[in-house]
């Protein structure tokens, strides 16, 4: 066998070029796909339980090379299986993890919980369409104190996050999902004046001014103060905190330096009312800026 010629090495290297070329091009048209999910053993103790949310914050056994023991908030899925539990249950579980999503899988009670049942707490209020939101007051990332009062008049879409939170698939994703928001409102400069953005911190104590104003600029992606005109960070006084939690059926629980906590998110109406109410992070920002519209213009 004749060793190759330059030419031939030229043809080879060009004809393996042309392939690198192909395959990039069909790797840009075609995403890679997801990747595999990830299993692993769980067990734990039931510390609370959030049907309408789907959730429910374990006291977890640590899992080597994985987690440590903590007390976390997972989706249960299917939800079906969240009426074979109680608080104080002890369970095993598969818990998956696929992407920046996690959630249990095969949920089995070990040893359900023993002695009397908790008694019932006051019923948490849920915001219904039409009712007028108190006033409360917050101090914002300026530490300017503002009110919900002052916005008559605007479409206000309101959640809560406190600035710590390490699940990606809470605190961090609210926030991702406000910040398109404000992208997309930006694009339409009659509708994006007539709007504002409220993230509100349940953790006053550590989330002050400076912090939340760091935070805003990082969810954000912006490093303009001008961003705080129509997006703002704030937190309420602490003597307010449960008033208002209560109000927007927001469930928080500190815990060894972090908060179990739920989700809630609300469209205030220009008339200070609630147009709607959000539990969890099922929604898009494409749902909420259609709220909004159909707040500013109400049909008839």
Not at 87 to 111: G, H, S
Not at 164 to 170: G, H, I, N, S
Not at 203 to 224: E, I, M, N, W
Not at 234 to 242: K, Y
Request: with cysteine.
């Amino acid at each position: 066998m004749t060793a190759p010629t330059r030419r031939s090495l030229s043809r080879i290297a060009l004809v393996f070029g042309c392939l690198l070329t192909i395959l990039s091009t069909i790797s840009c048209n075609h995403p890679a796909p997801a990747k595999p999910a990830e299993r692993h053993p769980f067990k734990g103790k039931i510390v609370s339980i959030d049907k309408p949310g789907g959730v429910i914050s374990v006291d977890a056994e640590a899992i080597p090379g994985f987690m440590d023991a903590m007390i976390m908030p997972y989706k249960v899925k299917p939800e079906s299986q969240l009426d074979q539990l109680a608080v104080d249950d002890l369970i095993e579980a598969d818990v998956v993890l696929q992407n920046d999503k996690y959630w249990l899988e095969n949920v089995r009670v070990t040893q359900h919980a023993t002695g009397p049942a908790p008694k019932p707490t006051a019923a948490l209020h849920v915001p219904v369409a039409g009712n007028l939101v108190p006033n409360f007051e917050f101090t914002n990332q300026n530490g300017k104190r503002i009110s919900l009062k002052q916005y008559r008049g605007q479409a206000v879409l309101l959640t809560f996050i406190y600035t710590r939170c390490p699940f990606a698939d809470y605190c961090p994703r609210i926030s991702s999902q406000f910040a398109e928001i404000n992208r997309q409102l930006e694009k339409d400069p009659a509708l994006y004046r007539k709007t504002h953005l409220l993230s509100i911190s349940f953790d006053p104590a550590h989330d002050t001014p400076k912090v939340l104003r760091q935070y805003g600029f990082s969810c954000s992606g912006s490093q303009q103060p001008s961003l705080f005109r129509h997006w703002e960070f704030a937190a309420p006084p602490a003597a307010q905190l449960s008033a208002l939690a209560n109000y927007f059926a927001l469930s928080y629980e500190p815990d060894a330096g972090l908060i179990t906590h739920s989700l809630s998110t609300a469209v205030i109406g220009p008339d200070g009312r609630v147009f709607r109410w959000y539990h969890g992070s099922d929604w898009q920002p494409a749902q909420l800026i259609k709220d909004a519209t159909d707040a500013l213009h109400p049909a008839g």
